[in-house]
């Protein structure tokens, strides 16, 4: 435990084609390459990430996903 925490933060635009965010831990992070990321995009990207984080081997504390989708 610490006493101090350091948060840092980015800021984006949305746009039409950017509304939808993926925020992991590190844990699953490391396990994500361009390919990866376009795949669970597509059609169910609740469904698919719940899966994916299901098959990272290892401790599964560290395998949290929050998918952000933004209204249009």
């Known amino acids: 435990c610490?006493?101090?925490?350091?948060f840092n933060h980015s800021v984006f635009d949305l746009n039409d084609e950017n509304k939808e965010v993926i925020l992991c831990t590190?844990?699953?992070w490391e396990h994500f390459n361009d390919?990866?990321?376009i795949d669970l995009m597509k059609?169910?990207?609740e469904?698919?990430?719940?899966k994916f984080?299901?098959?990272?081997p290892g401790n599964?504390?560290?395998?949290?996903?929050?998918y952000v989708r933004f209204p249009s």
């Not at 610490?2 to 350091?6: C, K, L, Y």
């Open 60 to 66: 599964a504390e560290n395998h949290t996903v929050c």
């Open 53 to 56: 984080t299901k098959n990272i």
């Open 2 to 6: 610490s006493d101090e925490i350091i």
């Open 43 to 45: 059609d169910n990207p």
């Open 35 to 37: 390919g990866t990321v």
């Open 26 to 28: 590190d844990g699953v």
């Open 47 to 50: 469904s698919n990430l719940a």
